[in-house]
């Protein structure tokens, strides 16, 4: 079964390639081009073919960034908006405004353990949006 898997394997990889090189012989540069710089960045090249920095590398930042341009330092902040890691500003107020409707502890005045409760959720997802407010709009990201 195992030389069945080769064979097919060997057979697509004549037809379409999985390197850079196999697409060396099409005409669409932009392919060449795109192909190659997501070659370079698996690899940890720090600069695409055109000769561009990625974004997250650029000197002097000192903080890890995603390839989005986005400090690592907000992961948690994004998951606490319940947003994929990147998100808009936009998204992350949309976000923010609904979780605030959700569990503001106004509406769990009734009950004190819900309210308590409540009050520490709106405390993190205030915060996380800040920092991720912050970001955007200044440029400062969290140490």
């Known amino acids: 079964m195992d030389k069945i898997f080769d064979r097919l ?4 990889r004549s037809m379409g ?3 850079a090189d196999s697409f060396s ?3 669409d540069e932009d392919l060449r ?13 720090e600069t695409s073919a055109s000769g ?3 974004r997250g590398t650029s000197p002097g930042y000192g903080r890890t960034q995603s390839p ?3 400090p690592e330092s ?3 902040d994004f998951a606490n908006l319940d947003l994929p890691f990147g998100a808009t500003l936009e998204k992350a107020r949309a ?6 409707v959700t569990y503001h502890p106004d509406r769990h005045a009734a009950n004190p353990d819900k309210q308590r409760i409540a009050t520490e959720i709106t405390q993190r997802v205030n915060s996380s949006f800040q920092r991720i407010r912050r970001y955007y709009e200044n440029g400062e990201a969290p140490s």
């Open 68 to 70: 989005l341009g986005v």
């Open 17 to 19: 390639g999985s390197s």
């Open 33 to 45: 081009d795109a192909f190659e710089e997501l070659e370079n960045y698996m690899s940890g090249a």
């Open 95 to 100: 976000a923010h405004r609904k979780l605030m």
């Open 9 to 12: 394997t060997d057979m697509l």
């Open 25 to 27: 012989y099409t005409s």
């Open 74 to 76: 907000l992961r948690k």
């Open 52 to 54: 561009t920095r990625f």
